[in-house]
Protein backbone atom coordinates (compact mmCIF):
# COMPACT_ATOMS: atom_id res chain seq x y z
CA UNK A 1 0.00 0.00 0.00
CA UNK A 2 2.90 2.37 0.71
CA UNK A 3 4.21 1.90 -2.96
CA UNK A 4 0.96 3.03 -4.03
CA UNK A 5 0.76 5.68 -2.03
CA UNK A 6 3.68 6.85 -2.90
CA UNK A 7 3.50 6.64 -7.14
CA UNK A 8 -0.42 8.91 -6.54
CA UNK A 9 1.94 11.38 -4.84
CA UNK A 10 4.19 11.41 -7.75
CA UNK A 11 1.76 11.35 -10.42
CA UNK A 12 0.38 14.66 -8.54
CA UNK A 13 3.65 16.27 -8.22
CA UNK A 14 3.89 15.21 -11.86
CA UNK A 15 0.77 16.83 -13.14
CA UNK A 16 0.47 19.85 -10.69
CA UNK A 17 2.46 22.13 -14.00
CA UNK A 18 0.03 21.10 -16.25
CA UNK A 19 -2.97 21.76 -13.59
CA UNK A 20 -1.56 25.10 -13.21
CA UNK A 21 -1.03 26.09 -16.38
CA UNK A 22 -4.72 24.84 -17.77
CA UNK A 23 -5.85 27.48 -14.60
CA UNK A 24 -4.06 30.23 -16.07
CA UNK A 25 -5.38 29.59 -18.84
CA UNK A 26 -8.78 28.98 -18.31
CA UNK A 27 -9.24 31.31 -14.98
CA UNK A 28 -13.37 30.72 -14.64
CA UNK A 29 -13.03 26.86 -14.34
CA UNK A 30 -11.77 24.55 -11.63
CA UNK A 31 -9.02 22.08 -12.81
CA UNK A 32 -9.62 18.55 -10.70
CA UNK A 33 -6.89 15.77 -10.98
CA UNK A 34 -8.70 11.74 -10.86
CA UNK A 35 -5.74 10.01 -10.11
CA UNK A 36 -6.53 6.12 -10.44
CA UNK A 37 -3.29 4.16 -9.17
CA UNK A 38 -3.07 0.42 -9.00
CA UNK A 39 -0.42 -2.22 -8.30
CA UNK A 40 0.27 -5.27 -10.37
CA UNK A 41 -1.24 -7.55 -8.48
CA UNK A 42 -4.25 -6.00 -8.37
CA UNK A 43 -4.24 -3.63 -5.03
CA UNK A 44 -6.15 -0.36 -5.36
CA UNK A 45 -6.35 2.99 -3.11
CA UNK A 46 -9.94 2.39 -2.77
CA UNK A 47 -10.79 5.60 -0.85
CA UNK A 48 -8.94 7.76 -3.23
CA UNK A 49 -10.68 5.70 -6.51
CA UNK A 50 -13.90 6.48 -4.34
CA UNK A 51 -13.51 10.31 -4.04
CA UNK A 52 -12.35 9.95 -7.67
CA UNK A 53 -15.83 8.21 -8.96
CA UNK A 54 -17.54 10.89 -6.46
CA UNK A 55 -15.91 13.82 -8.27
CA UNK A 56 -16.42 12.56 -11.51
CA UNK A 57 -19.96 12.03 -10.86
CA UNK A 58 -20.74 8.35 -11.45
CA UNK A 59 -23.13 6.81 -9.82
CA UNK A 60 -22.69 4.67 -6.41
CA UNK A 61 -24.03 1.64 -8.10
CA UNK A 62 -21.64 1.31 -10.96
CA UNK A 63 -18.17 1.42 -9.00
CA UNK A 64 -17.76 -2.26 -7.94
CA UNK A 65 -18.27 -2.91 -11.77
CA UNK A 66 -15.29 -0.45 -12.86
CA UNK A 67 -13.32 -1.88 -10.08
CA UNK A 68 -13.47 -5.52 -10.91
CA UNK A 69 -12.94 -4.52 -14.32
CA UNK A 70 -10.15 -2.49 -13.70
CA UNK A 71 -8.14 -4.98 -11.73
CA UNK A 72 -9.29 -7.86 -14.13
CA UNK A 73 -7.46 -6.17 -16.91
CA UNK A 74 -4.68 -5.27 -14.69
CA UNK A 75 -3.99 -9.04 -13.74
CA UNK A 76 -5.06 -10.21 -16.88
CA UNK A 77 -1.96 -7.90 -18.50
CA UNK A 78 0.25 -8.86 -15.77
CA UNK A 79 -0.24 -12.71 -16.19
CA UNK A 80 0.56 -11.91 -20.18
CA UNK A 81 3.95 -10.41 -18.79
CA UNK A 82 4.42 -13.30 -16.86
CA UNK A 83 4.14 -16.03 -19.27
CA UNK A 84 5.75 -14.11 -21.82
CA UNK A 85 9.11 -14.28 -19.72
CA UNK A 86 8.97 -17.88 -19.08
CA UNK A 87 8.43 -18.64 -22.67
CA UNK A 88 11.85 -17.31 -23.17
Not at 55 to 84: F, N, P, S
Amino acid sequence: LECLKKKFQEKEEKYAPLRAEITALLPDHEVEQATFIAGVKGSIMEREWHENFRMLRVEDTEWDGIKTAAIKQLLEAQHTLWTARRVR
